[in-house]
């Protein structure tokens, strides 16, 4: 069983930068693959980003590469977003998610844990 536990989001304004951090329980964090999926109300969950295991790889919706990066930092059990040029568009939950087996997919139906999420608000 692994547990994550999102942080980091809040409420800015539009053109505004935000990190999201997300911490994964247990000693085998290093192993898996890692990702970002986000949620706007009335929309399905969609795949924003994710990074292998050792983070030599990292992957990009559209709508986000260039303004947010993923990264890992495996001693901490720890992966993070880096969202820069916030848009009104951006605004939804982000979920952190878990792929064992470094198993990643855009498919948010075949990631294997889930953290609770938290609310990303972009204002104008």
């Known amino acids: 069983q692994v547990q994550l536990v999102e942080s980091g989001g809040g409420l800015v304004q539009s053109g505004d930068s935000l990190r999201l951090s997300c911490v994964a329980s247990g000693s085998t964090f290093s192993t898996y693959g890692m990702g970002w999926f986000r949620q706007a109300p009335g929309k399905e969950r969609e795949f924003v980003a994710a990074i292998t295991w050792s983070g030599g790889d990292t992957y990009y919706a559209d709508s986000v590469k260039g303004r947010f990066t993923i990264s890992r930092d495996n001693a901490k059990n720890t992966m993070y977003l880096q969202m820069n040029s916030l848009k009104l568009e951006d605004t939804a939950v982000y979920y952190c998610?878990?792929?064992?087996?470094?198993?990643?997919?855009?498919?948010?139906?075949?990631?294997?844990?889930w953290g609770q999420g938290t609310q990303v608000t972009v204002s104008s």
């Open positions: 998610a878990c792929a064992l087996w470094n198993r990643i997919t855009t498919n948010p139906k075949l990631w294997n844990y």
